[in-house]
């Protein structure tokens, strides 16, 4: 299964936001979260560009950061097959987030389902929407999309949205350099 348009923005928001916002390794370089409040709010602004480049207030960088830990989390337990666990973490983002539905009318006149928090404000509103893409990737047992990369030391995550669900790295360069080394491997 593929998802909406929507619900995988969400994810793919989610998965922006922890490699943005973890410490860790991305294809064997040191990630390390950015340490000044400005820096915080561009790399936010950046991992939610999609059609245009939001601003991000130091309230919503704090909200957002303080919910990036359990999303992290989510997709942890998703890789790992730790179904239950995923699902105790969502419960409690959700809970945390306040998410409710609602239906927003889109320019065309269409509705769509959208999540937003108690306020539909910036940071509550994406915190709750991340909490509503993860429980719909539950929800619709396509829990197995959500990774961990299986690169030598990367741990970066990502959503997987290709056709038949086999996505193993979080980009090709991780990809590439797992293949290299397998070859260099057989080579010896």
């Not at 945390?96 to 320019?107: E, I, K, V, Y």
Request: with cysteine; charged share 20%.
């Amino acid at each position: 299964m593929r998802f909406d348009s929507h619900i995988e923005r969400l994810l793919t928001a989610a998965a922006r936001l922890v490699n943005v916002l973890s410490p860790g390794l991305d294809g064997g370089r040191e990630v390390a979260v950015p340490e000044t409040a400005a820096d915080l709010r561009t790399a936010i602004g950046a991992a939610l560009t999609f059609d245009h480049q939001p601003t991000v207030s130091a309230a919503a960088a704090r909200t957002l950061t303080a919910v990036i830990p359990d999303v992290r989390a989510v997709f942890e337990s998703a890789a790992a097959g730790d179904t239950a666990r995923a699902a105790r973490l969502t419960n409690g983002l959700l809970n945390h987030t306040g998410a409710r539905p609602r239906l927003n009318a889109d320019a065309d006149g269409t509705w769509h389902l959208h999540f937003h928090g108690p306020t539909d404000s910036f940071g509550p509103g994406w915190a709750a929407g991340l909490a509503a893409g993860l429980t719909m990737a539950l929800g619709v047992d396509e829990i197995g999309r959500l990774g961990v990369c299986s690169a030598d030391r990367c741990d970066r995550v990502y959503v997987d949205s290709s056709r038949n669900g086999t996505r193993q790295f979080c980009s090709t360069r991780c990809q590439n350099r797992t293949k290299a080394a397998a070859h260099r491997a057989r080579r010896t």
